[in-house]
């Protein structure tokens, strides 16, 4: 009995092991035939480069791209013999000032001027010395695609001669000097060894057949610096990540040039290869599950050199569909004007300074969804990689509102696409996210309009200090804390005739708090009404950070008010309105408002507070309510030329309902229901 019982879990077992090795899709490894170049540029492609420089279509940019690369060979710069340091070390510590580098042991703060030099600020400037470096020897080496001249493709070799020449000497060390599994030699981490390894990878590929390289020269350079250097990424194993992307195309890389098929295969089907990474760290909106569009692309970036590397060598890795996902997901959370909202560890950048990805998307699916974004065509990626011609008729980008439970995050747009409202409403659980849920962004009238505070470079403690309190976002925080132990859910999205809405419950630290918001765009205001509740008596503070200016304040009272509360702190010129305003205006452009419709009885204090950069100075309102529920009702009227805001009429009833009446709608929210009709 005991035998054939084991005998058939045995069975079970093997089965089991057989479903999970099939489901995790191990890729059949193909080696490179041929000699270099091969990886990042066939031999066909590089042809079609050279014709391009002659096509009106592309000439000017292969010019610039030439003038470029003269430029860099005209005064190179003396490569450091010494291992760079993080550069998120590398902004003023008092302000969050970004550094203008007088030498390279000097650097002074862009905002108050003071000079800093020493460890590790000039060890953090080594770092962007290599990056320079070694960016010039990517555009070189495509200049030398087009123009095969020896002189290019020697300061190639001659630069990873030298690097190799002490690449093993350098000592490991990471972003605080110690020898961690994340420490490096070049850098301070094995990511930003990964980044420059996938750069030394294309720039030699490019330049591999001249005849300005003995045998010789390429053993030094493959044993003494590519193969190291993967040695030294491989010892640290990241798991999901942005780094171990890095990782894998590093090594990826490195191995289809080296011709280390284990390499590949490690970076590949690895424990932590691509497609493990393909499989657990793409969500099925195809987004990043950083929550951060900056890591979005970041990762992205990373995984095209070993898409483009494995593809030449016969693995078509573009056909994995989380691929095209990647490329499908961040067209839907974009703000109107192309910009990605700076959620989460992320800045405020265009999906257009992306546009080269797409050129590489649209030729290999296309889509023409990702046209509208290809009417310049002026990218790198393009000249390489895009398509002869693209279709004449580009159309627009058609975004809709959506509710995405993995992203955590509901987007409510507007019929004319012109202003979109967005609920993220985080569980936090990842490094990169921001503790702050159920937060509200809005943009309208051609701009964020509630702001998020972005990133500051993480050495910096302002970073930690401000970008990453609750209080710098536009949702209540409890009694003065920033959220801790999140859960959420998104308990409504719906799209009606003439309004959208979400509503979004989170508890935290335990369902100590619960925070339920509910947000409905109508077609010229936003309803806001969010309820809290509390275990025991509490402070709930409302915060709102603006980009407009204040128009017609309400009378403040004269003496400041300073908060001592990590984040808080971090207000300026805070003051308490006199006696409780209804109505506030936020000025938008010179014909255009937001005026602010209050219906709580909170308290109200004004101040500003940092935006994207720290010197930013935003206008900020804030209003506290305490006890063991609150409810906060906000009406935002987006307003235009002479149009005066349709006052709401809001009132609660005896059972806690909230009513909120404008524009044609009537919003009912109670703890648990809610009601739109028009
Ligand atoms: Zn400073
Ligand atoms: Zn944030």
Not at 27 to 32: A, S
Not at 159 to 173: G, I, K, M, Q, T
Not at 204 to 231: A, K, T
Not at 291 to 297: K, L, M, Q, S, T
Request: aromatic share 10%.
């Amino acid at each position: 009995m005991a035998v054939s019982s084991s005998f058939r879990s045995g069975i079970v077992l093997l089965l089991i092991c057989f479903l999970v090795s099939v489901s995790s899709g191990a890729l059949d490894i193909v080696m490179p035939a041929g000699t270099p170049p091969r990886l990042f540029m066939t031999e066909d492609e590089m042809v079609r480069l050279r014709a391009r420089a002659k096509d009106p279509q592309w000439e000017k940019q292969c010019a610039d791209l030439l003038k470029e690369a003269d430029s860099c060979l005209e005064n190179v710069p003396a490569i450091p013999h010494q291992g760079g340091q993080w550069t998120h070390w590398y902004s003023c510590p008092k302000d969050g000032g970004s550094f203008i580098t007088d030498t390279p042991t000097a650097h002074r703060c862009s905002v108050c001027g003071e000079v800093y030099s020493g460890y590790p600020y000039d060890d953090a400037y080594i770092t962007y010395m290599h990056n320079r470096y070694n960016n010039n020897l990517q555009t070189i080496a495509i200049a030398y695609v087009i123009e095969p001249t020896g002189v290019r493709a020697k300061h190639i070799r001659d630069s990873l001669l030298e690097y190799a020449s002490f690449y093993e000497d350098l000592p490991l060390h990471d972003r605080d000097g110690n020898t961690t599994l994340s420490a490096a030699r070049l850098y301070a981490q094995t990511l930003d060894e990964s980044v420059n390894l996938c750069k030394f990878c294309f720039a030699y590929d490019l330049v591999y057949g001249d005849p300005c390289f003995s045998e010789e020269d390429h053993r030094i350079i493959q044993e003494h610096l590519l193969l190291p250097m993967c040695e030294t990424i491989q010892r640290y194993d990241m798991r999901i990540s942005n780094w171990q992307t890095w990782h894998n195309s590093a090594v990826g890389c490195a191995g289809l040039l080296t011709g280390e098929r284990e390499l590949v295969d490690w970076a590949i089907n690895g424990k932590s290869g691509l497609m493990f990474q393909m499989e657990r760290s793409v969500l099925s909106g195809g987004m990043w599950y950083e929550g951060a569009p900056g890591y979005h692309w970041y990762s992205f970036h990373a995984l095209y050199y070993l898409l483009e590397a494995a593809g030449r060598a016969g693995m078509n890795l573009w056909n994995l569909p989380p691929v095209k996902r990647m490329l499908d997901g961040p067209l839907r959370q974009l703000y109107p004007d192309l910009t990605f909202p700076a959620i989460h560890d992320s800045p405020r950048t265009s999906i257009l300074g992306n546009r080269g990805f797409y050129e590489m998307g649209y030729s290999h699916f296309k889509d023409e969804r990702y046209l509208p974004l290809l009417t310049v065509r002026d990218s790198r990626d393009a000249l390489l990689y895009g398509a002869d011609s693209l279709p004449e008729e580009k159309g627009a980008l058609t975004l809709d509102s959506y509710n995405d439970d993995e992203e955590a995050l509901a987007v409510l747009r507007n019929p004319d696409g012109k202003t979109a409202v967005f609920l993220d409403y985080t569980r936090a659980r990842v490094g990169h996210m921001h503790p702050a849920t159920v937060n509200l962004l809005l943009f309208a009238q051609g701009e964020e309009r509630l702001a998020e505070a972005g990133r500051l470079p993480y050495g910096n403690p302002l970073h930690k200090e401000w970008c990453r309190q609750t209080v710098s976002h536009n949702t209540v925080v409890v009694n003065e804390t920033s959220h801790k132990r999140i859960e959420s859910a998104c308990t409504f999205f719906e799209v009606g005739e003439g309004w959208r809405a979400a509503r979004a419950m989170a508890t935290l630290d335990g369902e100590k708090y619960a925070l339920n918001r509910t947000v409905v765009l109508a077609d010229k205001a936003v309803i806001d009404i969010f309820r809290c509740r509390s275990k025991e008596d509490a402070l709930f503070d409302l915060p709102l950070h603006f980009r407009g200016e204040w128009a017609d304040l309400p009378e403040m009272k004269e003496e400041a008010v300073s908060f001592e509360a990590p984040g808080y702190r971090e207000f300026r010129e805070v003051k308490e309105a006199v006696s409780h305003a209804d109505w506030y205006t936020v000025a938008t452009g010179a014909s255009s408002r937001i005026v602010l419709q209050i219906a709580d009885a909170g308290q109200q204090f004004v101040g500003r507070s940092p935006g994207y950069q720290y010197e930013e100075n935003l206008p900020m309102l804030m209003r506290r309510l305490s006890g063991k529920e609150a409810v906060f009702v906000t009406v935002f009227h987006l307003l235009e030329g002479d149009a005066v805001p349709d006052a709401a009429r809001c009132s609660t009833d005896a059972s806690g309902t909230v009513t909120v009446q404008t524009g044609g709608l009537t919003v009912q929210a109670d703890e648990n229901a809610l009601r739109i009709t028009p």
